[in-house]
């Protein structure tokens, strides 16, 4: 499940320290906003959601704060762990469209030691 | 924990060549998709499927591409006559209900045409 990508941007963050990933997403009609994170080998796993009546929501480590003025998705992770290091992708969906998915770019977290 | 699975894990085909790529989705779910991703890529939405029929699909899944669900457990993509163009990483994914949920992904195929 390698989503490798040779241009993909990255964002290098130290053990224990909080990382933040962005998002921009283009379609104003959204209304349901994911993030996967995908480790080398593995298909996107399911970290957190968010629908568009909220703009922070909370899980455990992680927080998603969403801007709907700017079209602006954001993934905050606390205390970022070695298991963290992954490519993130922010997705979007919008009702009656069979909920089918539309996948940003993918930012690559790097956590070093 | 109900997770989905994707078999082979890797194919490699002669282009021309007629390939499928299997899925076992979570199974009480009821909402069926592939996406694929080309190496270096976004990961794309190919067709949704429900109720044994396609709900949705994108211009990439062409006259090509065909989805069936054989029997109550498997979901199949088949791809007729393979373009090198088709080498990527293929995902299967299913949700409960559909609407604005949480879609699971399996682990992939990843099919390399030559």
């Known amino acids: 499940g390698e989503s490798v990508g040779l241009h993909l941007p990255t964002l290098s963050v130290q053990e224990g320290d909080n990382s933040i990933i962005n998002c921009a997403y283009s379609n104003s009609a959204s209304d349901y906003f994911i993030w996967y994170k995908q480790e080398s080998g593995k298909g996107p796993q399911f970290i957190i959601d968010i629908r568009s009546n909220m703009d922070k929501r909370q899980g455990q480590r992680v927080t998603v704060l969403l801007n709907k003025t700017v079209k602006h998705l954001s993934l905050q992770i606390a205390a970022t762990q070695p298991g963290d290091s992954a490519v993130y992708f922010c997705?979007?969906?919008?009702?009656?469209?069979?909920?089918?998915?539309?996948f940003g770019t993918g930012t690559r977290l790097q956590v070093t030691l | 924990e109900p997770e989905v699975t994707q078999t082979p894990s890797h194919q490699v085909t002669q282009m021309g060549q007629e390939v499928i790529l299997r899925c076992v989705p979570i199974s009480n779910h009821l909402y069926f998709y592939w996406y694929r991703q080309i190496l270096g890529q976004k990961v794309e939405f190919l067709v949704s499927?429900?109720?044994?029929?396609?709900?949705?699909k994108s211009e990439i899944f062409d006259d090509q591409f065909s989805v069936e669900r054989p029997d109550g457990s498997n979901f199949t993509l088949k791809i007729r006559s393979t373009k090198l163009e088709d080498s990527a990483m293929y995902f299967c994914?299913?949700?409960?209900?559909?609407?604005?949920?949480?879609?699971?992904f399996g682990p992939g195929t990843r099919l390399l045409v030559l």
């Open positions: 994914a299913s949700t409960l209900q559909g609407l604005l949920e949480t879609q699971y």
């Open positions: 997705a979007e969906s919008t009702t009656g469209t069979a909920s089918k998915l539309t």
């Open positions: 499927f429900y109720n044994n029929e396609i709900s949705e």
